[in-house]
């Protein structure tokens, strides 16, 4: 099985890393970028695929040199054997859509068209969830998102995928669908390993991510886009039809609230505090009382 | 046969016991899977610990383990005293010739390191034979086909097959108990072992040890200090830490309703130890595991169709006198079953590998020292307790006291012979008595005072590490009432009679204006020691692999 995973770098959000200005925009020259945190479980999906039935897994990604560690990131994190990175200034300030074409492409000119393809679910900085499914529909396969554990049949060439329907936990459909197939993980995605053969595979595969990825840039290729035959007028800025008209920052809570504080078995506070709703929702505590 | 996953041989276990076992499999060509439920090998395990190259044995760690001298223990033990305590007073015996009887070598270790570097070459040859080694696989029983034994069940994996399996999972074997060679119902039987890891800087320990860089020391408490609970107390050098601890019968435990933790604290803060405590106590880590009592428990057919039982699951934990060697015993007995199976196979009969096994450990001699012969015979007259009556009241009257004081230039000889600590009764009068007169007759007091304040058990617990299995208790109390699992409130390590923070409490329940005493439980803080299997009713099994309390030093 070769399976392809697109992974993106995100400024990374946790506590202390993130920096922003003074109008609450983000600083990006202050905060480090990451891998997207939710394409960890892209990885682990196509890390799965590995372990059972062998070939291997390239991680791929469109935008600027510095995505370079994100890709090393996701080399350590699980294994991978190779990296492509995707990268020309007509390719920057991309939509969703044209990150699609840009990504679909480079898979297109690939060796060998590969058995799955991975993506995450939404970017903890766009979170459009837009990209995956946009970059299926220019290479037509069969698309299953939302999908928390899968099993390949390589004989019949068939993946069956449980996923959430409606990203509801409590609502779960098995799917099967024919290879090669476009993949959305789930946050919800766990891997799962049954037997200690898979168990020991992991372990060897690990070991040797751990010797190789300090030297990833020597499994890693880097395109433009004359590498993948794209047209400039359909990437980057020209080739995007979304505009962003403006950015309104979120208005924040009031700092302080007054609060007081009742106990249940307080009877007399808790029938102020019915009342405080009822008003608030504009009832009538008294009606309540009623019945 | 279904198709299950199949390996030739599955070691259950990486402490010592499965090491040895793993790496002699592997040296014979044996495909070897070997699981062990902590998230990384020693993180579930405990040790005093020195652990002993004996002479007479027909392996040793470093005959299997190259370089675990020099890479994964601490210190040679060159010196080795033992202290009779009576109140402030002090006499203090040369113990270093019974600690080099039959000795090539005895280091201190502390166990995550130890077990975790067994890991790394566990894996690395186990995993040349086509098998491997697995952390977090919590095995949970036997496979049985045709009421046959073929495999083992766990919590992670689907069952897996094999053609010999070799349980080598410590005290609280749940593989010794579902074979049904092990039950844990005597208290008598068992040990339990609570220890503290100091942090000392090396300069420091060679300055109050008295020691170079090659260098360690032992030293033993017994006498009055311990509520009069059978046991002592034991203090080892490591590099930059310190091993302190107690190991008691677990019957006496309960029977004086002691608490472990307050046993532990009264050696910590007896003035003895002010000289190599100081006033910079810091304690690192606290744990508990309870420890087999050779003597009584060791299997004398330790297997069971294609199961064969090793180290502390076989009971094969031997009490020397004050000398504990069980991490010695497991790796000749690991290592042991391996062969034995090994030789079975190449005479074509595989099915006979357990009794074998059971020969092998007769016939060089490990039996022997696990069962001695002078125990079993005088067993009966020495623990007999008119016997031990007539023996305690002589030792403590005038006429005893009197012998004592002659037998003064004799008596540290006689502490340094192997064959009479090897059969030491298990009673009141070597443990306690004994070291007490010696101390009241023969001591002399001790000038410093203690300045060491030991943690409260809520800070041992809380800087403990724990990834707790939530909803999904390992421990249930079958029977809640006082009578039945009482025991447990006072005698686990990490439990204390009005401390609501442990794992059992008291609790009274009131019901039609009569008063019922129970127990409750709530696992969270367990460190697995295994004791509220034995004094507890409880259903008792470790918790899923990965899960639970994770010793950092051990
Ligand atoms: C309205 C709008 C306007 C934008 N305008 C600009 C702009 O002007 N300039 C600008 O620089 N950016 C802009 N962006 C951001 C850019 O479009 C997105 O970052 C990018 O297209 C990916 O979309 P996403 O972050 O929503 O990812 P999602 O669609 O949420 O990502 C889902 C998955 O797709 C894959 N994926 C996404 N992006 C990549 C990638 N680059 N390489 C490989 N795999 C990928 C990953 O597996 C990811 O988990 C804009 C975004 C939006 C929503
Ligand atoms: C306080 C104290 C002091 C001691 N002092 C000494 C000393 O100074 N010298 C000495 O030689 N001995 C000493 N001992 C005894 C010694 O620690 C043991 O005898 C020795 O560790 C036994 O080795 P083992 O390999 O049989 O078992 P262990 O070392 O207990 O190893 C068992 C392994 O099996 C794993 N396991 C258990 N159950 C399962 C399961 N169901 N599934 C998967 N894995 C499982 C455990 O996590 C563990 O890694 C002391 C013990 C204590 C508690
Ligand atoms: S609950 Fe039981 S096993 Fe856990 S620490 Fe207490 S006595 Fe030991």
New interface residues.
Partial sequence: MHTVVLTKGVPDFREGQVSFDEDGHLERGKTPTVMNPNDQFALEAALQTRVRHGGNVSVMSMGPPGYKEVLQEAMESVYADDLYLVSDREMAAADTWATAITLSAAIENLDEMPDIIFAGFKTADGETGHTGPQANWCLDMPLVTHVISLDIDEEERTLRAKRLVEGDIEEIETVEVSLPAFVVTDPEFVPSY????E??TL??LRAATTERAPDYEDYLTVWDHADINVDPDYIGLDGSPTIVSSVDPIPKAPAEREATMVEPEDVDGMQEVLEAMQSAVGGDAAAAEGD | MSDYEHYEALVVGAGPGGAAAAATFANYGIETLVLERGAEAGSKNVSGGLIYAEESAPYTIDDLFPGFREEASERPITKYRIHNLAGDKVESFDLTKLHEHDTEWSDSVLRRKMDSWLEDRVHERTRETGGGLLTGVHVTGLLREEGKIVGVETDELDPITADVIVAADGVNSELARDAGLMDWDEPEEWFQGVKAVVDMPNDVIADRFDVGEDEGAAHLFSGDLFQGVRGGGFLYTNRDTLSLGTVFHLDSLVAEQAEPHELLDAMLTHPLLAQWLGDDYTELEYSAKLVPDSKKVALREPHFGRLLVVGDAAGQMQAQGPIIKGMNHAVTAGALAAEAYAQAKSRNEPEKAGTRYAHLLRSEGVMQKLRPRGYEMFRGVTEDDGVTDIVESVLTSFVGRAGIRALSGQLERLYNVPALSSMIPDTQTPYVTLPTVIAEELGTPVRETSSVTPPSLEERIGDLTYDTDIGNPHITVLDNSWEASGAAVAACPVSAVDFGGGCYREELVRTNGSEERVVSLDTQPCVECGTCAVVADTEWTHPRGDKGVEFKWG
Avoid at chain 1, 194 to 197: C, E, V
């Fill in positions: 049954r037997s200690a053969g168990r020991l372990k060897d």
